[in-house]
């Protein structure tokens, strides 16, 4: 059995590369990509990460089946999901329910809980700003802030990203 970790931080806080440091030690690492590229800025930061990891992972890209895509990566010894907050995007455009949501949500913790990989998700902390001022724009916080609640509970430590630094929130909880 792997650990589990979530790491959560804001935009540019560092959570990709402390991810990717988390899973150098791995022989057979797997990066799961759950970006659509809509645009060529998007495709940029697409290019951009593909070139951080330079070709020592096996990328999967899968926007929506992200549980299924962890058990598929059965071969791996570590993945990286990166991101969850996208993920959520996705299944809010494909228009899950909030139910379908959370169900998404309990099988990906089922998925995790399943696999031999160390996993590292990477997720966005969205609800440390205002309060939106559109009904899908709080919806998203409400279900991003339930996930990653949801998640945080089963991880082995959930990693806050502040300023490019590390802070276990495991540790800090445990005081």
Request: net charge negative.
């Amino acid at each position: 059995m792997g650990w589990f970790k979530l790491v959560i931080g804001g935009c540019r806080s560092g959570k990709s590369a402390h991810a990717l440091s988390l899973a150098e030690g791995a022989s057979r690492p797997a990066y799961i990509a759950t970006a659509q590229v809509f645009d060529e800025e998007m495709a940029e930061r697409v290019e951009r990460h593909q070139n951080e990891r330079l070709g020592r992972f096996t990328t999967i890209e899968e926007p929506i089946e992200l549980p299924k895509a962890i058990r598929d990566a059965n071969g791996c010894d570590a993945i990286i999901v990166d991101c969850l907050t996208l993920w959520l995007s996705n299944l809010l455009l494909a228009d899950y329910s909030d139910q379908d949501i959370r169900d998404a949500t309990n099988d990906l913790i089922e998925a995790i809980d399943a696999t031999h990989a160390n996993t590292i998700v990477v997720s966005n902390e969205v609800g440390l700003g205002i309060v939106p001022d559109n009904k899908l724009a709080r919806r998203f916080r409400d279900l991003a802030g339930f996930c990653h609640q949801d998640l945080s509970v089963v991880a082995d430590d959930t990693i806050f990203m502040l300023l490019g630094k590390p802070v276990s929130l495991n540790k800090i909880s445990s005081l």
